[in-house]
């Protein structure tokens, strides 16, 4: 028997009202990954954070090798060989990725700042991973993928032997995914203990050992991996039976092009690109990080500003300066980081929602009707189902997955043409996928045109009609639903065409 790192015992935790979690048992041992799952809101953060000493329990207990411990702050998690990655990216954007790295623990020589060696360090710590990115950048000039591996090779580089990774591939492609499974495998052999929560099954039955499962802040059970089914898990993690990952096709006929766009370059992260998206269409955007994937669509939308290139919706040529213009032109976009392009999470749900059609509800000396905002809000809230006390609730308070029907929520209220969906169900579990799943196939079948950039392989092939593959920058090809494959795609991700 490998020797138990960590156990936790009958550990609860209550937010006013709210119990978060009820009486759950847990432990890692030595050379194992322990995977952690349940829905968004079953409490899998909430005991990591206990973990990390960021929360104390209300009840229970904590062992470290045997012996009774209390964790205070994350400080002392980390003096006691526990680091954690959040699924919340951490980054301090104005310094350098080293310093990051290195942040609380910088290398000195003679009571001064060793900047040769911290950069030296840290391409160490990032070569772990197999990553290459310069130690002296700015973390705010990285991609989203990039600074979760930054955040990757920080923990890793603290040679814990307790490492909990929170949704640590939400936004690294499978590439990425297959470098840090390579680095898990070999700490595992090291006899690290390692909790991994995660929300994509193909990766849990990839990596598990043992598999918890929580469910609305309580331990459903616990199983090695071969004792336990993809479809039984999903079942226990719900609470109910969900026999298809992906929800049928509402049927619906594919009509003319909506946007046609020709030789579009942002230069040097995305070259000349042509494609045209139909009405009704869900059009995929595949491609390994750093392939321009992100890029499209903020050119597309105004955030980047374009080198080249023309943008012609329903056969007028518009030229996006800003996302005023590409609004007032129809299109919406779904950022790929909710937490910080996404939500404004210093406000309440009513006002999240309404910040795009604001105007609509000024009818009298452009003061707002907050009855007609309230009731759009509140249309708005039932009609996805969103799960909240109220529409005065902050944010903050809600699932990943209710906040991301908060910015779909958002972009509907102003009727686009095209929906521009950047990861649209990252970070949320497989119940809060489906229903996402649902949204954007009805979408589809009112009329409206999708424009979907995913790193989920699976996701790609079960949602999408056609798919086009970019990579470093520029479009490899384009295949249609017959031609879709995991091998074809990944042919020219690749950059094989």
């Not at 009202?17 to 079953?42: P, R």
């Not at 310093?99 to 040769?116: T, V, Y």
């Not at 491609?287 to 012609?312: D, N, P, W």
Request: proline residues 3%; glycine residues 8%; aromatic residues 4%.
């Amino acid at each position: 028997m490998s020797e138990v790192l960590l156990s936790l015992k009958n550990i609860s935790k209550r937010f006013a009202s709210v119990v978060a979690l009820d009486g759950v048992d847990f432990d890692v041992k030595a050379g194992e990954v322990h995977v952690l799952v349940g829905e968004n809101g079953a409490g899998k953060s909430t005991l990591m954070k206990i973990i990390d000493g960021i929360y104390q329990s209300d009840e229970g207990e904590i062992e470290l090798r045997g012996e009774k411990t209390v964790i205070n702050s994350p400080r002392e998690a980390q003096s006691k060989g526990i680091a954690m990655i959040h699924q919340e990216l951490n980054n301090i954007l104005e310094m350098t990725v080293a310093e990051n790295i290195f942040l609380g623990r910088e290398p000195k020589h003679f009571m001064l700042l060793d900047k040769g060696k911290m950069n030296s360090e840290a391409t160490k710590a990032l070569d772990a991973v197999h990553v290459r990115i310069d130690p002296q950048k700015k973390i705010k000039e990285l991609s989203i993928a990039q600074m979760q591996m930054v955040e990757i090779s920080k923990a890793i580089s603290l040679e814990a032997r307790i490492l909990i990774m929170d949704e640590p591939t939400s936004a690294i492609s499978e590439k990425e995914v297959d470098a840090l499974f390579q680095t898990v495998r070999l700490l595992r052999g090291r006899g690290v203990g390692i909790v991994y929560i995660s929300h994509k099954m193909d990766e849990i039955f990839r990596i598990a050992d043992r598999i918890t499962i929580l469910r609305d802040g309580k331990a459903i059970g616990t199983f090695n991996a071969g004792e336990i089914n993809r479809n039984q898990l999903i079942s226990l993690m719900v609470g109910r039976e969900i026999t298809n990952v992906y929800p049928p096709r509402v049927p619906h006929e594919i009509g003319d092009a909506v946007l046609d766009v020709e030789e579009l370059s942002c230069e040097p992260v995305l070259h000349p690109v042509s494609f045209q998206l139909h009405d009704g269409e869900i059009l995929g955007v595949s491609g390994l990080m750093g392939s321009g994937r992100s890029e499209l669509l903020e050119t597309l939308f105004g955030v980047r500003k374009k080198t080249g290139g023309t943008i012609r919706v329903c056969g007028q040529e518009v030229g996006f300066g800003s996302p005023q213009k590409a609004i007032h032109s129809g299109m919406a976009f779904v950022t790929e980081d909710r937490k910080h392009s996404g939500l404004n999470l210093k406000t309440s749900i009513k006002k999240d929602i309404s910040i795009v059609t604001l105007s609509d509800y000024c009818k009298v000396l452009q003061f707002i009707n907050f009855d007609l905002e309230r009731k759009a809000v509140d249309g708005m809230i039932e009609t996805l189902d969103i799960k909240a006390s109220s529409s005065s609730s902050p944010v903050t308070t809600l699932s990943g997955g209710n906040q991301q029907k908060i910015i779909l929520a958002r972009w509907l209220l102003a009727n686009p043409r095209i929906i521009l969906l950047d990861e649209p169900t990252r970070g949320i579990d497989v119940g809060a996928k489906y229903e996402i799943y649902s949204i954007i196939h009805q979408l589809a079948a009112s009329g409206c045109s999708i424009l979907m950039v995913s790193s989920e392989m699976p996701e790609i092939l079960g949602v999408c009609d056609r798919v086009l593959v970019l990579h470093e920058g520029s479009l490899m090809g384009e295949l249609s639903k017959a031609d879709m494959s995991q091998e074809s795609i990944m042919s020219l991700a690749a950059g094989r065409p």
